[in-house]
């Protein structure tokens, strides 16, 4: 990125520091805040999907940095994965130079910190924190317990392709993506940066997201697609490719079969709508390539298209704390690294509104809530209902 103050993440500017938006992956705090109160979030990040935490900034973007806290706090801040964490998460630490908020000569901590995809990172105290939205939350008893399931799982993502090596990129989307998170780092150095490669061999992440072709290594690396007209099957097509391209051809195919409608919108204008709202699909087919579980091999994402409805089912269970009553408040990426990478270079059709997007949409246009389910548990099913009674 351009004007770079960072040597471990190029995004990380003077505008980013001060103006981009608190979210997932990234949060500021004051370098007057409690040192002890810092593991809470490092447990949260780490527990998540890792992320970045900038100290020596204030929520709102002011870059105060450490002279008013005292220098001699920096290295309490720098000693807290040692002193105040259970388990030490994998961390890089970098000390910044930068001019406050007065025009002084200043500094500022950030923490660069890897997702732990085998153990739970707890505080000393006893608790266990996780990265929600822009929150670190703390989590309950029952919650760490299906957290500590879910470590069991999560490690997918970041196995290692026997056979696989960079010549299998996708250099012309990597080039895309590179340009999307304004970068010069060289391709190899952005897909370390990621976890999508080690050594010289891509990890499943890399393979599913940048592979030219994934499905040489990845058999159910597809989208199956089937219309019905009645009890007829009309449509039947496998969409295949990376990640991306699944997203991009799956939006083609299902757009070419959607009816669209002239209503008056609540303006009293007239308005051309889909039988289903564009972002709701959208976005349900977008959660179900990054939270399915890619350990079931042997499974595939559906999409099928009745008369009157649009369903999507995607392997494996819900994850960690989230259930169907709280689906649509809470947020945890079974696999992180896909999560973050389709996070950082989607569009803004592709843009991750999350499962409130879907029900927001749906509102928007006087249809039926989203409908989820896990049948048989090894599953989830979105069940969107449309406008197929509008003539």
């Known amino acids: 990125m351009k004007n770079s103050i960072s040597k471990i993440d190029p995004r990380i500017n003077l505008e980013f520091l001060t103006k981009a938006k608190e979210n997932q992956y990234f949060d500021r705090k004051s ?63 970098e000390l910044i130079n930068i001019k406050n908020d007065k025009s002084k000569k200043d500094k500022i901590l950030v923490y660069h910190i890897e997702p732990s995809v085998k153990r739970i990172i707890g505080t000393k105290p006893g608790y266990v924190y996780l990265r929600v939205g822009d929150q670190s939350r703390r989590l309950t ?31 012309k989307l990597l080039k895309w993506y590179k340009n999307k998170i304004k970068t010069d780092l060289d391709d190899k150095e952005v897909l370390e940066s990621r976890g999508l490669l080690v050594g010289d061999k891509l990890t499943l992440a890399g393979v599913l997201i940048f592979s030219k072709n994934p499905f040489k290594y990845y058999y ?7 219309r019905y007209k009645g009890i007829n099957l009309i449509k039947n097509i496998n969409i295949i490719g990376s990640i991306p391209k699944i997203i991009k051809n799956s939006r083609k195919v299902i757009l070419n079969q959607l009816k669209d409608f002239k209503i008056l919108n609540r303006d009293g204008n007239s308005e051309i709508i889909l039988e ?42 819900l994850p960690n704390i989230i259930d169907i009553s709280n689906i649509m408040n809470k947020k945890y990426s079974r696999n992180p690294i896909i999560s973050r990478v389709l996070s950082e270079f989607a569009s ?22 989203p409908e989820y ?17 509008i003539k």
Do not use: C
């Not at 803004?348 to 809530?369: A, F, H, T």
């Open 348 to 369: 803004d059709k592709e843009s991750n509104k999350g499962i409130k997007g879907i029900y927001y949409e749906m509102e928007k246009y006087s249809l039926e809530p």
């Open 373 to 389: 389910s896990e049948p048989n548990k090894d599953s989830v099913l979105l069940k969107l209902k449309g406008n197929y009674n």
């Open 31 to 93: 370098a007057r805040i409690d040192a002890k109160k810092i593991a809470n979030h490092i447990s949260a990040f780490a527990n998540a999907g890792g992320g970045v935490l900038v100290i020596g900034v204030e929520d709102e973007g002011k870059l105060t940095g450490f002279n008013n806290a005292g220098f001699s706090k920096i290295d309490k801040f720098r000693t807290i994965p040692f002193k105040f964490l259970k388990s030490k998460p994998i961390i890089n630490m």
């Open 220 to 226: 159910n690396s597809r989208l199956h697609f089937l």
């Open 141 to 171: 008893q029952s919650e760490i317990i299906r957290l500590k399931y879910d470590k069991k799982e999560r490690h997918i993502e970041e196995e290692l392709v026997r056979g696989s090596s960079i010549m299998d990129i996708d250099t």
């Open 276 to 317: 289903y709202p564009e972002v709701a699909w959208l976005e349900g087919i977008v959660n179900a390539l990054i939270h399915r579980d890619y350990s079931r091999k042997e499974e595939f994402i559906r999409v099928i298209m009745y008369d009157d409805k649009l369903e999507i089912s995607s392997p494996g269970k």
